[in-house]
């Protein structure tokens, strides 16, 4: 079955800090892949998403990650956050032909003023 | 445009007792969701209709969850009898068609006694 990990459960930083938050999924053929956040309070909305093309995907915000095929990553990168970038966020995939979305457990970043 | 619409937002019922989630999609939207989001994990896919047939099922507890989505728009989400263990968030989700970008409603926050 397909498996989604995400390396942290809980990241704290300042503002204007850099932010990674790293995504590895398990599945080695095609696959489409999003990344959901979930501000406090909010419904989830998707940042960002990778069907094919440029690896380098630039999302909403400022956001933008990076698929690396070799790696089964999908890594989510901001380089200078702000204090409403304090969310959760989670990485999904599609496996094709599966059609199901499988999430991760999901990553809470707190940014401090 | 509209996004997708739930209700009720939140509902607390004691255990054995039967509760229904109402859900709405995007105008248009051919693939509908249910997932169960548990505190500290990702969003669980339920079951997945395209129009008003089921394409997936495979994680739906059907001695005590069922779902139906007459017309192939609005859908129901109901668990009868509930169980401690179905305290969670219960998602709705939608896309134009299946592998394409869901589209998340806010959730209804369901705690039972």
């Known amino acids: 079955a397909q498996s989604v990990s995400q390396h942290n459960h809980h990241v704290i930083l300042s503002e204007a800090a850099s932010l990674e938050l790293g995504c590895n999924y398990s599945y080695g053929g095609t696959v489409n892949l999003f990344w959901y956040v979930q501000y406090p309070g909010q419904h989830l909305q998707l940042l960002l998403k990778y069907f094919s093309g440029d690896p380098l995907v630039k999302g909403i915000k400022g956001f933008e990650a990076e698929f690396i095929k070799s790696k089964f990553s999908f890594n989510l990168r901001k380089p200078s956050v702000q204090w409403s970038d304090t969310a959760e966020y989670f990485c999904a995939v599609i496996v094709f032909n599966d059609y199901k979305l499988s999430f991760g457990a999901g990553t809470t970043v707190t940014v401090r003023a | 445009e509209a996004g997708v619409a739930q209700s009720p937002r939140y509902k607390i019922i004691e255990k054995r007792q039967s509760v229904a989630f109402w859900c709405n999609p995007i105008?248009?939207?051919?693939?509908l969701y249910w997932y169960q989001q548990i505190l500290g994990q990702g969003p669980k896919l339920l079951i997945q209709f395209q129009n008003n047939g089921v394409v997936d099922d495979s994680q739906l507890p059907k001695d005590r969850f069922s779902a139906e989505r007459l017309k192939g728009v609005d859908s129901t989400l109901k668990i009868q009898p509930a169980k401690l263990e179905d305290s969670a968030v219960y998602l709705c989700?939608?896309?134009?068609?299946?592998?394409?970008?869901?589209?998340f409603g806010p959730g209804t926050r369901l705690l039972v006694l």
């Open positions: 105008s248009g939207h051919a693939t």
């Open positions: 989700a939608s896309s134009l068609k299946i592998q394409e970008t869901q589209y």
